[in-house]
Structure formats: C-alpha cells, structure tokens
C-alpha cells in the first residue's frame, strides 16, 4: 500500500483524545488524510493537533460527547463545514466498566451501552448524512473488539454493546451499499495502551497472554494495516466483514 493512500480524503476520529483514537487519527494523517479529532476532552484534541499538523495535514479538534443526539449532529456538521467534506468516520468512542454481572447497576449499564452502541449508532447515521449528501459515498469504520463474538467474566455490558456493534455493522452495510457507503468492524484484540497496560502487566493478565497464539499483546501499530485497509480503495468490495486484529486470540478456547 502507498504511503498517501488517503491522499485528498476527509477522516473524523471519535475518542481521538486518548489510546486507539488517537493513534489513528494520526495514521490516517500520515496516510494524506485531513482529520476531524473529537471527543470530550479538548485539551488533549489541542495537543494531538499540534502533533497532526507536523505531518501537514489538517486537523480539526471538536467537542463531542457521544451519548449526546444534539453534541453528535453539530459535531458532524462541524467536521463536514471544516474539512470541506467527510469521506471517512472511524467509529471509536468507547467504555469498558469492569464489574461483575450481578454487581453492574443501571447507571453503568446505560454509560456502557450509550456510549459504546447508541452513540456509535447516531455517529453512523449522521455521518452518513453528510456523506450521502455529498455524492461520493463513504467509509464508516466500527472499532468493535474480539469481545462482540467471544465472552469473558467482568465485561457483560462491555460486550453485549460490542455484539450489537457488530450486528449494526452489518444492517448498515446492507442498507446503505446503494450509496456508496461502505460499513466494517475493526476488532482489536488486546492492545497495550495507557488504561490497558497495568491490567496486561499484572499476573492475571499475563496468565491471559498465553492463550494467545502469538504469545505477546498487541501494540497500537498493529492495527494500521486494518485501518487502512478498510479507509482506503484497497477494500472498495469490502463491506459488512468483522476483522479481527488479535494475534489469533480468538482461535483459543483457554
Ligand atoms: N485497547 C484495547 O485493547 C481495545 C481492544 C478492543 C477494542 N477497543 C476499543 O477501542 C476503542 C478505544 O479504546 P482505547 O483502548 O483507546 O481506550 P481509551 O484510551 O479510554 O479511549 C476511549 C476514547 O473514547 C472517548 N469517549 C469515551 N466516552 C465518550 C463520550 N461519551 N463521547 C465521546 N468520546 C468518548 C474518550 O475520550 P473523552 O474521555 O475525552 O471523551 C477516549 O478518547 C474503544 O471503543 C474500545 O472499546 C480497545
């Protein structure tokens, strides 16, 4: 794949303050694409604008919060009006409550599922708007993980928003193929960044790491090739697949 394969593209990253988010927000830069960077927190946007703008491409940092109908519309028309267009939407926003089943109340539930399917959802739908409106179709990118097809204990409402974004990867790839939309599901396994890693350095977690068949955790590189992969032409008769990025931790039963 060439370095500039989004050369000319328009991107929004939600949850780009932090982690994956960020880390793709600056691929798809360094790929050629000008990038709308969106989340709650600003000062981190202000920063990793600073870092995009090195690569010189441009970045637009917008307020978002995702669980919000009203703050996702006007952050969508935001990055439209700024960027000129909105070609790409790397659907990333996440939480991950880490409470047994029986212990997981109502607020966490509606946190985890607002946040992780409904706001995935509204973001979809209006980037879609926007890419319908402009003729030339578009890429809608679900950060999904292994969890929306494999379970484990500790991560019910986690997982169950992440099934659901797997399912609405499809009904949407359906539906909207006939504009030129095109709908995936990126599932990373487990990646090291700044909240995962003192889970994957401790005992517990490395004891999980050896049901990997690569033997190691994930880095955030790894995933470039997927993201471009699926951003990019080099997937233009890819639609509705789920993509597993994992070292071939789903294979395992242990
Ligand atoms: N790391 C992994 O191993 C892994 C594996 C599989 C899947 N994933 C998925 O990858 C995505 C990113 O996770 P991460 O590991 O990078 O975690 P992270 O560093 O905690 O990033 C989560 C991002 O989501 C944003 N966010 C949370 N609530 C939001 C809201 N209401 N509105 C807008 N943005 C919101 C956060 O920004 P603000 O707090 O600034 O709003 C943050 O930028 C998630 O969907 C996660 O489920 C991660």
């Known amino acids: 794949m060439s370095d500039a394969v989004l050369q000319g593209r328009t991107a929004l ?16 830069a360094r790929a050629g694409a000008d990038v709308a960077i969106a989340a709650r927190r600003m000062e981190m946007l202000e920063t ?3 870092e995009v703008a090195k690569t010189g491409r441009k970045a637009v940092p917008i307020q978002l919060d995702v669980t919000d109908a009203g703050s996702v519309g006007a952050a969508a028309d935001r ?3 700024a960027l000129g267009s909105l070609d790409i939407l790397i659907n990333n926003s996440g939480v991950a ?11 966490t539930w509606d946190r ?9 959802w509204l973001m979809a739908q209006e980037s879609a708007r926007h890419m319908i409106r402009g003729g030339k179709g578009g890429v809608i990118v679900n950060i999904a993980s292994i969890l ?19 399912q609405m990867t499809k009904a949407l790839a359906l539906e909207w193929a006939r504009y030129g939309i095109r709908v995936n599901a990126l599932a990373p396994g487990y990646i090291e960044t700044d909240i995962s890693r003192a889970f994957l350095q401790s005992e517990p977690g490395q004891r999980m790491m050896k049901s990997i068949p690569q033997r190691r955790f994930g880095q955030t590189e790894d995933l470039d090739g997927a993201l471009l992969f699926f951003a990019s032409d080099a997937s233009q008769y890819v639609t509705g697949i789920f993509l597993p990025v994992d070292g071939g931790h789903t294979l395992a039963l242990a």
Do not use: M
């Open 112 to 120: 985890c599922l607002d946040t992780n399917l409904k706001g995935a």
């Open 48 to 50: 990793l604008a600073g």
């Open 148 to 166: 929306s097809v494999r379970v484990q204990k500790g991560t019910a409402p986690y997982a169950i928003s992440k099934a659901g974004l797997l």
């Open 13 to 28: 990253v939600t949850g780009a303050s932090s982690g994956l988010g960020r880390h793709f927000a600056l691929t798809l």
């Open 97 to 107: 409550p880490g409470d047994a089943a029986i212990d997981v109340d109502e607020a």
């Open 79 to 81: 990055a439209a009006a």
